[in-house]
Structure formats: C-alpha cells, structure tokens
Nanobody
Framework: QLVESGGGSVQPGGSLRLSCAISGFTDDYYSIGWFRQAPGKEREGIAAISTANSNTYYDGSVKGRFTISRDDAWNTVYLQMDRLKTQDSATYFC??????????????????WGQGTQVTVSS
C-alpha cells in the first residue's frame, strides 16, 4: 500500500515536499517512482529511485529542481520540489514500478499506486 501526502497550494518559485508512506512490498518492485497527471494529459513519470541500489532518475522537466529520496527502512519515499512552476500543477502519485519498458511510462495492469495528492502552483 502507498499513501501520498504533502500536496497543497504554493506560489511560483516556492517549494513543497511530498511523502509516500509504503507498507510491505518493496521487493516486488524495481523502483519507487513519482508520477503526475494534469487534467486532460497522460500520467507521466518524473522521478524514480531504485530499490536495488537507490540510484535516482529524473524526467528532464524536473531535473535540477526536484529531488527524490527515501528513509533508511524504505518506509517513506520523498519528493522535494523546489522552484515550482505553474506547469507543475497536477495530481501527484507514487507508484511501485514493475513494468518492463520505460519506467516513466506506466503500463496498464502493472504497478501499485497511491491515491494521489494535489499540487497547485499559482500566483
């Protein structure tokens, strides 16, 4: 089970930290990732952390602004979001990733998902 928290409203240039509380299962997934979905758009992967070696991966749209990390016990995965832009507004989801192609592109029927948390960046 994954449960996201930490969303909210912030002005452009501000920061938020999202948390994903994980119960069980990390061995079943090769990465834990953060995804986002804006209205009318596909869900897209923005950051992931490997459960094998904690290597991190970022989409180009957030690289250098967002940081994914985890606690030592894999109980929580975080997404620190800095220098937020209006185009970062979306519902953010964390996921256990087990699909075999591109980690950033979810495949139907695969993975485990949280319920999402809303992030709104607006002046």
């Amino acid at each position: 089970q994954l449960v996201e928290s930490g969303g909210g409203s912030v002005q452009p240039g501000g920061s938020l930290r999202l948390s994903c509380a994980i119960s069980g299962f990390t061995d079943d997934y090769y990465s834990i990732g953060w995804f986002r979905q804006a209205p009318g758009k596909e869900r897209e992967g923005i950051a992931a952390i490997s459960t094998a070696n904690s290597n991190t991966y970022y989409d180009g749209s957030v690289k250098g602004r967002f940081t994914i990390s985890r606690d030592d016990a894999w109980n929580t995965v975080y997404l620190q979001m800095d220098r937020l832009k209006t185009q970062d507004s979306a519902t953010y989801f964390c996921a256990g990733i087990n699909w075999l192609r591109n980690w950033a592109v979810p495949e139907a029927g695969f993975g485990a998902w949280g319920q999402g948390t809303q992030v709104t960046v607006s002046s």
